[in-house]
């Protein structure tokens, strides 16, 4: 614990990886955004409805927003943040969220305020359910090392409770993958809702309507196929490369998943998946799909044979 409690002191591994980019806690870059005249409302009501919802699952805490960095007014020409940048998001050891802007990331405030706000809100949304999720640690030669994540293991010597799903598989048996997609799934019902609510509409230009969906997930086959052809600079095809492979990787084989051992039930697996993930607890999950696929399920899809090897 004290070493974790020194690792978490210390941001700055975290955001040299990000040396062109400014970095500022969460409450002060939307004081920042509020002072230019930029309405944040749809973002705090999102997180209000999160927090009601992640309740319901067990969650009885968000992660502090002054544990959120949000990279901006970045030095390197083309700049360009949201989700979907390079190394970043929720980092365990730090417990802290390292995020950037949404848009051109040379802007002190987003160039399109919805769509920032939007990608903010699912941003920090997912991050809460990473920050909330049931960690186990155990110290191996002083140094703390991660047995426990969720409903995900992993032994001392590093060899994870699953194995990675194959290249170009539809659905997965990877506990990574699974979490990561009912995670995602939930913040982005969340900045679903809140669009809805406020009634922000998709972008007039195709980057903005395809990150606008993949944000709301409404993304569709078609959505990441034209991806690849989307005009813009270097940074922009990166970023949206990285979408499409994000949404094929995760998004769609956790929906497949559900297709595949839920039909029917989608939203209440997802439901106990979640539970599950939050106390880190499989039983209750274990059990329902014993009841509907044999005895043994959650072993039987999830554990690699190689997992208990000397």
């Given at each position: ?55 319901v ?43 950037t802007?949404?848009?051109?990331l ?26 909330g ?35 170009g598989?539809r659905s ?50 078609e959505d ?10 270097e940074?922009?095809r ?9 949404e094929?990787?995760?998004?769609r ?20 998946l ?36 000397a």
């Amino acid at each position: 614990m004290a070493a974790l409690a020194a690792i978490r002191c210390d941001a700055s591994p975290l955001t040299a990886k990000h040396p062109a980019h400014v970095f500022r806690t969460l409450p002060e870059t939307l004081r920042r955004w509020e002072t230019s005249g930029i309405d944040t409302t749809p973002f705090r009501v999102g997180v209000a409805l999160a927090g009601h919802r992640y309740a319901v699952h067990g969650l009885a805490k968000l992660l502090p927003p002054e544990r959120v960095l949000i990279g901006c007014e970045s030095s390197r020409p083309g700049a360009f943040g949201g989700f979907h940048h390079p190394d970043q998001g929720y980092r365990h050891l730090q417990m802290m969220s390292v995020v950037t802007m949404y848009g051109p990331l040379e802007r002190l405030v987003p160039e399109h305020p919805a769509s920032a706000l939007l990608d903010l809100l699912r941003a920090y949304t997912h991050d809460c359910l990473h920050y909330g999720s049931r960690r186990r640690y155990v110290e191996v030669a002083g140094v703390p090392v991660r047995t426990q994540y969720g409903i995900n293991y992993r032994r001392t010597s590093g060899q994870p409770y699953s194995a990675a799903d194959s290249q170009g598989c539809r659905s997965t048996r990877n506990l990574g993958i699974l979490m990561e997609g009912a995670c995602d799934k939930e913040a982005r019902a969340i900045t679903r809702q809140a669009a809805e609510h406020f009634d922000l509409a998709e972008p007039p230009d195709v980057l903005g309507t395809l990150a606008y969906r993949d944000a709301t997930g409404t993304l569709t086959t078609e959505d990441t196929d034209r991806s690849a052809v989307v005009p813009g600079s270097e940074e922009q095809r990166r970023y949206l490369a990285a979408l499409s492979g994000y949404e094929r990787a995760v998004n769609r084989r956790y929906t497949h998943f559900l297709d595949e051992f839920a039909p029917g039930e989608e939203n209440e697996c997802h439901a106990r998946l979640l539970g599950a993930v939050i106390s880190g607890d499989a039983t209750a999950l274990g059990t329902w799909l014993d009841v509907r696929h044999g005895p043994g399920a959650f072993t039987g899809l999830f554990r690699t044979p190689a997992y208990f090897d000397a």
